[in-house]
């Protein structure tokens, strides 16, 4: 069987290649051992859709378990409205809406479409704040579609054996920065 990337691994590698490593390292030790408060937060925000009790309505998938063959990726979509062609992509809180979101939301739609589903719209949502952000799908923005192929092709190809560049402020806030080998705090 074909192995497929996490969606979930498009934001980490952003944030640190090296970060999706250790995330294996722990495997199925409790979360609740090494997850910051941010990052528990986060999760528990998603238990409705993944306990698919956000909605009762039958247009609203949930939590659906989504492949692309073409990209080699694989996870589960957070809300797709079939009535309304929407899909949506939620976050605790966004702050500033990072690349990184964007892809996880690109890559909801490339699977979703792979599967044959039909999107007219794609937005983030921040549920504290109750704040929708509109995204361009992939398709009308080159820029974001080229940076989101890049990041692909850079996960397939990543190795631990890389150069790897620090940065300072980024292993300062990882969970994972008293184990790395390479981490500058």
Do not use: W
């Amino acid at each position: 069987m074909e192995s497929y990337m996490p969606i979930s691994y498009l934001n980490d590698f952003i944030f640190c290649p090296r970060s999706i490593y250790f995330h294996q390292c722990f495997g199925r030790v409790n979360k609740r051992l090494y997850h910051t408060t941010d990052q528990t937060d986060g999760l528990n925000a998603h238990k409705t859709v993944d306990n698919q009790t956000y909605s009762t309505s039958k247009d609203v998938l949930q939590g659906l378990e989504v492949f692309s063959e073409k990209y080699g990726i694989g996870g589960k979509i957070d809300i797709y409205d079939s009535r309304k062609k929407l899909l949506t992509e939620r976050k605790k809180k966004i702050k500033v809406v990072y690349d990184g979101y964007v892809f996880q939301l690109y890559a909801q739609y490339f699977c979703l479409t792979e599967m044959g589903y039909n999107i007219e719209n794609i937005h983030l949502y921040s549920m504290d704040d109750n704040k929708t952000y509109p995204m361009e799908k992939p398709e009308n923005d080159s820029e974001m579609f080229n940076k989101f192929e890049s990041l692909i092709s850079k996960m397939k190809s990543f190795s631990m054996e890389d150069e790897f560049e620090t940065n300072p402020n980024k292993c300062r806030h990882c969970i994972y920065n008293t184990i790395c080998d390479v981490s500058v705090c």
